[in-house]
C-alpha cells in the first residue's frame, strides 16, 4: 500500500492488485472479457502449477482451451507490474481486432517483454499494442507507426527482412496491397520474440 498526503485531513491509498486481490469479485471482470462466471473460480484457484493443471480437468475437454484463456488472462491481469485499468484496456483493444483472451494476453506481454528490452515501459508497452492492433484492424501501417517504431528502439528494416523487405519497402508494399497487415504483424511479432522474449516474468508481476 501506498499513502500520499493530499491536503490536511486528507490523503489517498494506493493498493497493489495482489494486495486486494482476496476481495474482488472477478465475476464482473470476465463477464466484461467475455468469459462465463464459472471461469471466474480461477482467482480463487492456488498459483502453483498443479493446482491449475487440477483446475483444467474440471472442465469438460470441450471447455479446456476457454478456460486455460481465462487463466492465461488472469496471468496476466492479476501479476503484472502495470496499471490494473491500462492491462484490461490492452486486452480489449486486442481482442475487439480478433485476438482470443489467451492469444491478447501473450500479446501484452511480448509488448511488456520488448518495452521493457527498450527501457521505455508501460507506455512503450501501451504504444506497441496500440499500434499492432491498429495495424490488424485497418489493414495498413502508417508513416506515424512506422517513426514510433523505430523511435522506440526497434529496428524496424531487421524486422522486416523476414519478409525481404526494408521498413520502407514494408510500408510501400502495406499501402499497394502486397503485404497484408497480418503478415505485416507478424514479422514484428517475430522480430519482437526474438530479440526481446523474456525480460518480463508473470511471476514478477504486479499490477497496481
Known amino acids: ?3 500520499t498526503i493530499l491536503a490536511l485531513g486528507h490523503e489517498l491509498l494506493s493498493y497493489r492488485i495482489h494486495e486486494v486481490t ?3 469479485n472477478w465475476i464482473y471482470f470476465f463477464h466484461a472479457w467475455g468469459f462465463q462466471p464459472r471461469f471466474a473460480a ?3 484457484i492456488h ?3 498443479s493446482c491449475r493443471a487440477l483446475w483444467l480437468t474440471t ?3 470441450e471447455e479446456r482451451t476457454k478456460a486455460s484463456e481465462a487463466m492465461q488472462l488472469f496471468n496476466t491481469v492479476s501479476r503484472d507490474t502495470y496499471d490494473f485499468e491500462s492491462v484490461k484496456e490492452m486486452g480489449i483493444d486486442l481482442m475487439n481486432v480478433g485476438y482470443s483472451a489467451n492469444n491478447a494476453a501473450a500479446m501484452i506481454k511480448l509488448c511488456a517483454d520488448t ?4 527501457g521505455k515501459g508501460e507506455q512503450g508497452a501501451r504504444k506497441l499494442v496500440e499500434i499492432l492492433s491498429r495495424m490488424q484492424s485497418t489493414g495498413e501501417m502508417s508513416s506515424r507507426q512506422m517513426i514510433a517504431l523505430q523511435q522506440s528502439g526497434m ?3 531487421k524486422a522486416f527482412s523476414s519478409v525481404g523487405m526494408t521498413a520502407e519497402q514494408a510500408m510501400e508494399a502495406m499501402d499497394n496491397g502486397t503485404l497484408d497487415a497480418q503478415t505485416a504483424v507478424e514479422a514484428l511479432t517475430s522480430y519482437m ?3 526481446f522474449d523474456g525480460p518480463v516474468s508473470y511471476t514478477h508481476l504486479r499490477a497496481h
Open 59 to 61: 472442465f469438460p475437454e
Open 47 to 49: 498459483g502453483c502449477d
Open 115 to 118: 518495452a521493457a528490452g527498450l
Open 155 to 157: 529496428d524496424i528494416d
Open 22 to 24: 482476496p476481495y474482488i
Open 193 to 195: 520474440k526474438d530479440t
Open 42 to 44: 480461477i482467482a480463487n
Open 1 to 3: 500500500m501506498k499513502r
